[in-house]
């Protein structure tokens, strides 16, 4: 395949993913949606590495996999936390992160 497909489909995941991010208001669905724009930056990232003959794009992806694998975990945290104070994870209702 040609890498314009890939660029093509890894644009689509990442505006489905901003899209996701601009329009729901629930905080699981917007870290789903943190998670699909950083898988398609990783796609465009080896779709490049593999057309150039290079693993440099494959390298940063291990390092954007680690980072994600982090916000994952101290992001559920501070989910679960939240909503064991507040009772709800809907970010409208959540304005502030007052103790």
Known sequence: MALEYYL???ALLF????????????A?????CI???LNAA????VAISRNLGETTGQVFVFFVMAVAA????IGLA?????????????????NALKG
């Not at 982090?70 to 975990?73: I, M, N």
């Open 42 to 45: 990783n796609l465009a990232f």
């Open 28 to 32: 699981i669905i917007i870290f789903m």
């Open 70 to 73: 982090a916000e994952v975990a």
């Open 15 to 26: 505006t489905i993913g901003v899209i996701g991010v601009l329009v729901r208001r629930n």
């Open 78 to 94: 501070i989910i679960v936390s939240v909503f064991k104070h507040r009772q709800t994870i809907n970010v409208d209702e959540i």
């Open 35 to 37: 998670e699909l724009m």
């Open 8 to 10: 093509v489909l890894s």
